[in-house]
């Protein structure tokens, strides 16, 4: 079994995962992290107030702002993700937290750092809870119906699937997996009615740890061909409960973020007119890596994050993202500074 001297291990592979530079990928319209307080959003809004320019102008900007809901983001990467969006990009985020207190807390600190009082919302959300997911839909549709901005009618222009729990969080196997494969699924079945129908888009945060349950824990090679591909809502369930079977928590939160690849291609060939992404932020230093070695600030796992939300992907809904914002593969590891994956299909 994959006990923890065999997480041990795996953790030791990930510190392997060097953080390549943002340049890696950046085009001028990524922002870098060192451009906050500069962004073109709050120098136009600067400029409206301090020359007194008329509301209509500046109700414009404010009907272009992108709003986009971010789970579990009162810690870790979502929090920093959150800050990036709303300081760097001048984004209207919903910041989800399943603990009201702590996502106040959140908020507050999100304000503090991007100087923007009005850009920034608790949304009180725990993924693992039906009603809870399908009240904060309605919540928010709420808020988007009524804000005032484009004649009431906003949209969603993203939705990032960020909470999740595994590895050091102590979870229960089958809280692991409904957490981090149903949970998704639940925001997106709540939430999609919100999105941009047409420009809208769903980014998952997924793992290295998914490519490794395909390659180091599955030994069939017909088992290994089911997570390169899409499965249905009931290959998913037959998936979370042959991974339960395996009664180990580590192949439980890797067979949870291959479960979750397997959603995300299922969900893009569902729905041809978004843009639909999976990803791995890297071995990034959260409280769910706590005590595993990992070293790279939650602030440096947004770069696939950022590609996945802004830039031109050409069409590639569905697809698999390194850490360093290139395309990788389901069957396998790589590494930042390997080539980008072809898209040559596996053979097992």
């Known amino acids: ?53 008329g509301d209509e102008e500046y109700n414009e900007i404010m009907s272009d702002v992108k ?22 990009y001048g984004c209207h985020v919903y910041l989800g937290s399943r603990d009201a207190i702590r996502g106040a ?14 850009r920034v919302e608790l949304l009180t959300i725990d993924v693992s809870s039906e009603s809870s997911v399908r009240a904060a839909a309605a919540s928010l549709s709420h808020k988007l119906g009524t804000s005032g901005n484009n004649n009431g009618n906003d949209k969603l222009y993203a939705i990032v699937n960020n909470a999740g729990t595994g590895i050091a969080h102590g979870s229960p196997i089958s809280v692991i997996l409904d957490t981090n494969v ?22 998952n945060v997924g793992s290295g740890a998914g490519p490794m349950f395909v390659s180091d824990i599955l030994v069939d090679p017909r088992e290994k061909s089911r997570y390169v591909g899409p499965m249905d809502n009931n290959e998913i369930e037959e998936g979370i409960s042959r991974v ?13 973020k291959a479960l979750l690849a397997c959603y995300t291609m299922s969900l893009a060939r569902e729905h041809p007119n978004l843009s639909i992404s999976i990803l791995t932020p890297g071995y990034i230093k959260t409280n769910m890596t706590r005590g595993y070695g990992a070293t790279k600030t939650p602030s440096e796992g947004t770069v696939a994050l950022r590609k996945c939300l802004f830039d031109d992907l050409g069409g590639m ?17 790589r590494n930042p500074g390997d080539p980008e994956y072809n898209g040559e299909a596996p053979t097992f």
């Open 1 to 53: 079994m994959y006990n923890l001297c065999h997480l041990i291990l795996i953790s030791s592979i990930f510190s392997l995962i060097l953080y390549p530079t943002t340049s890696a990928f950046a085009r001028p319209s990524l922002p870098l992290l060192d451009s906050v307080g500069s962004s073109r959003d709050r120098d136009s809004q600067s400029k409206y107030n301090d020359e007194g320019n």
């Open 67 to 88: 709003r986009i809901l971010v789970t579990g983001a009162n810690s870790g990467i979502g929090l920093a993700l959150t800050k990036q969006l709303v300081a760097d």
């Open 105 to 118: 807390s959140a908020v507050d600190e999100v304000k503090k750092f991007s100087g923007r009082d009005d």
């Open 182 to 203: 149903r949970g998704p699924r639940r925001v997106v079945d709540n939430f999609l009615p919100l999105l941009d129908p047409n420009d809208g888009r769903i980014v």
């Open 244 to 256: 339960m079977n395996l009664n180990d928590d580590y192949a439980a939160y890797a067979g949870s």
């Open 317 to 333: 809904s569905g697809y698999f993202w390194g850490s360093d914002g290139l395309r990788s593969p389901l069957h396998y590891l």
